[in-house]
């Protein structure tokens, strides 16, 4: 059984930096994509950040530069690494693993329960 937990949300201020974390049962990070999403409250559910198996790294366009994908095969844990916070950045956050390997396509295998990032002004 496949099962990811997320965890490191919570509130910042503007400027300030988090970490998510999503931790992977059943599956293992190393052989699949690895997906970051976030969804806004009367928004639609958007791609963030995304690697893919070879090593490359895609972001969207209002996050380059901030935040980060990484991993770490030994913990079969993946992370956000997200600095300069900003308010439009308040979402809840969503890690997913597996196909398609498309920042702009919102379906994949399998998906974290979530958890909320609030950036205050």
């Known amino acids: 059984q496949v099962q990811l937990v997320e965890s490191g949300g919570g509130s910042v201020q503007t400027g300030g930096s988090l970490r998510l974390s999503c931790t992977v049962s059943g599956y293992t990070v190393s052989k699949y994509c690895l997906s970051w999403f976030r969804q806004a409250p009367g928004k639609e559910r958007e791609g963030v950040a995304l690697?893919?198996?070879?090593?490359?790294?895609q972001y969207a366009d209002s996050v380059n530069g901030r935040f980060t994908i990484s991993q770490d095969n030994a913990k079969n844990t993946f992370y956000l690494h997200m600095n300069d916070l900003r308010p439009e950045d308040t979402a809840m956050y969503y890690c997913?693993?597996?196909?398609?390997?498309?920042?702009?396509?919102?379906?994949?295998?399998?998906w974290g329960q979530g958890t909320q990032v609030t950036v205050s002004s």
């Open positions: 997913a693993i597996g196909r398609p390997c498309d920042l702009e396509i919102t379906t994949r295998n399998y």
């Open positions: 690697k893919y198996t070879v090593g490359s790294t």
